[in-house]
């Protein structure tokens, strides 16, 4: 069974030959290529040199060369559908198989067929911009820019002019078979219902999309009128995928001088704009949040990356995202940085303003990837309080965790231990939970849910302000309440088979009492406690006794009750098991980590009276919801005999207290 050529395309396309060939030999780089000792035969000086920009190897000395597969299957010795499985395991990917060839080579040729057309409509675009009456409007507007000539045709920037079928019929005047190919990619919108087609880009200026080969793949196009929307991309193709390509990283690759680093930034335009003032290593995403994808293929191409954002809210919103996607690609011999601009300001104002040299410096003084990371995660929080420091913690370790191993993880994962006082065992710990918890809740269900429970949006678990009106203030509570720590350092004891690690009241001097008047959340008191002590669950109400009580998290807290009564063996190893293999309870498991975390025990307590108080106090909020229910049935009916003695019992209740 054959493997097909567009994998096989797109396995070269994301795999990096630096990192194919340095896994196996020692490169040394030498200006903008790579040299080793050649593998293939006997040399005493380096002959052999690797070109990271074109993806080839060459030797000078015995005439091997190739690329990324060649390379792997001279190495290795190995066949070529070996080779290629050796590249995608690296890469996380399952080679696919082609039962039908003759389906393959036919797929292969109408790829190749829209590459063509997307070549003749980006000639097309090109010539309009210089011939066409009207373009006068889209020159205006490029010079108004700043562009000259020369750029416009380094970018290959064009001019699609007013009408519906302009591209249409100079495509067809050249090929019979240019409206299927223009309707498969991209160019052309077909209105079934009045059975009409016409073209999708009108009075625009236009950018070529290249892939890394240079090959045109989509275009974008931006308006000269009030028209919405003020910027268009081609849809999605055979031949592109906005979620992997870069505009302007094959004309970065093309420039003079050796390629350092990328900077990514938000529109076609402040690429090209940066260009024209000399600045010519921008790329920008496609409408898209920067990809691991994207960095992936920047890091394959250079070693440093800087995200360029605008100093509003929402350039601090597209940063945060960027770091989260950051974060699984990044790894010694990597660097990234986040350049903030002035509110009001974008890369192509700026430049222009203030020229190159400055500009220049602004990007050298950009927050270094780690010094963001620590930023971004504590702004707002006051880290001196214990809350503010496990809500830190909580943001933090799960993005680290993601991380590739490295000496920069590492490192940063020292430093939370001497912002927030926790020992590295503790955080290992929680880190490991984390992991544990993550079985069957996806990561975008995971950073939902958290940062619900942290903005107290999450109807499971308010923040203290939340609580309605018949919370309760700690003077309500035994002492022990008051004396709780919301710290994230998991358990200081209980359950043996707990994965968390001891050693919280160690660190018992050093923490701050709680601040008086705050309220606590009983139902998340509960449940921390019955998962750090199960065994008491058989000591107090049963978990069908808790119908009709209302509250956040009731139901989570009447499952974990019910599990537990039913069975005196099981344990916390045996509710993470149970409840992994059944869907509709996975998701609790990340909200009883959340709660673990925010109210931890500890072992100076009495878990036992603590649980009998709490479970007390929330049975009380059943019976006084019962009286207030029974009192409005009282003023808009007669009660029934039953419901008058039941009236009068929960009276005679409350009086008592």
């Not at 308006?223 to 992997?244: I, W």
């Not at 705050?518 to 669950?537: G, T």
Request: proline share 5%.
């Amino acid at each position: 069974m054959a493997i097909p050529q567009h994998f096989i395309d797109d396995l070269l396309a994301r795999v990096n030959i630096i990192d194919v060939i340095d896994a196996r030999i020692k490169l040394k780089k030498t200006g903008k290529n790579y040299s080793a000792l050649c593998p293939f035969h006997k040399e005493k000086s380096p002959s052999f040199s690797v070109n990271p920009d074109k993806q080839f190897y060459y030797c000078f000395g015995c005439g091997a060369g190739g690329n990324a597969l060649g390379f792997v299957m001279d190495y290795e010795h190995c066949s070529f559908p070996e080779a290629v499985e050796e590249l995608a395991k690296g890469l996380g990917l399952e080679v696919p198989r082609e039962h039908d060839r003759g389906r393959d080579i036919e797929r292969e040729k109408r790829v190749k067929q829209q590459y063509d057309v997307l070549e003749q409509a980006s000639a097309f675009y090109q010539a309009q911009l210089r011939q066409h009456s009207e373009k006068q409007k889209a020159v205006d507007y490029l010079k108004g820019r700043g562009l000259s000539g020369a750029i416009a045709k380094r970018f290959g920037l064009g001019f699609a002019p007013p009408g519906w079928d302009n591209l249409l019929s100079a495509i067809s005047a050249e090929r019979s078979d240019a409206e299927e190919l223009l309707l498969k990619s991209g160019l052309l919108i077909e209105n079934e219902d009045r059975g009409r087609k016409y073209d999708r880009f009108r009075d625009r200026i236009m950018f070529p999309i290249r892939d890394v080969r240079g090959r045109t793949i989509a275009f974008g196009g931006r308006v000269l009128t009030d028209e919405k929307p003020k910027y268009l991309n081609s849809p999605e193709t055979e031949t592109f995928h906005k979620g992997r390509e870069l505009y302007g990283l094959w004309e970065a690759r093309q420039s003079k001088g050796s390629l350092a680093r990328l900077m990514v930034v938000e529109g076609y335009m402040d690429v090209v704009s940066l260009a024209q003032h000399g600045l010519d290593w921008s790329v920008a995403t496609l409408g898209t949040a920067c990809t691991e994808s994207h960095l992936e293929r920047i890091f394959k191409v250079v070693p440093e990356v800087i995200f360029c954002f605008d100093g509003d809210s929402a350039g601090r919103k597209a940063a945060k995202r960027a770091l989260d996607n950051a974060m699984p690609v990044m790894r010694d011999g990597l660097m990234a940085r986040f350049l903030f601009l002035p509110e009001g300001e974008d890369p192509d104002t700026l430049i222009r303003a203030e020229g190159l040299e400055a500009f220049t410096e602004r990007v050298n003084e950009a927050l270094p990837f780690s010094e963001y990371f620590f930023k971004a995660l504590s702004e707002g929080l006051d880290l001196v309080s214990m809350d503010a420091k496990a809500q830190f913690c909580t943001q933090a370790l799960p993005l680290l965790q993601s991380m590739q191993p490295s000496v920069l993880q590492q490192m940063m994962l020292d430093r939370i231990s001497d912002m927030t006082g926790l020992t590295m065992e503790q955080i290992n710990s929680v880190v490991a939970l984390q992991s544990k918890l993550a079985v069957q809740v996806s990561q975008p269900q995971r950073a939902k849910l958290r940062a619900e429970v942290q903005a107290g949006e999450y109807t499971g678990m308010p923040m203290q302000d939340d609580y309605p009106s018949d919370g309760y203030a700690p003077s309500d509570y035994p002492a022990q309440y008051a004396e709780t720590d919301y710290a994230f350092t998991g358990l200081a004891g209980g359950s043996s088979d707990m994965p968390f690690s001891a050693g919280a009241s160690n660190r018992r001097a050093e923490r701050p009492a709680k601040q008086s008047g705050s309220r606590i959340d009983l139902i998340a008191s509960a449940i921390s406690i019955v998962l750090h002590r199960p065994e008491l669950a058989r000591l107090t109400f049963k978990a069908e006794e808790l119908e009709g009580v209302q509250g956040p998290n009731l139901d989570l807290l009447r499952d974990l009750l019910e599990y537990f009564q039913e069975d005196e063996e099981r344990s916390f190893g045996t509710l993470m098991f149970d409840w992994e293999q059944d869907a509709t309870k996975a998701p609790g498991l990340l909200v009883l980590n959340e709660i673990s975390h925010l109210d931890p025990l500890l072992e100076s307590v009495d878990a036992e009276k603590l649980l009998s108080d709490a479970m007390s106090r929330i049975m009380e909020r059943k019976l006084k919801a019962e009286l207030e229910q029974l009192k409005t049935w009282s003023r808009e009916r007669p009660l029934t005999d039953a419901e008058k003695q039941r009236l009068q019992t929960l009276l005679l209740s409350a009086n008592k207290k």
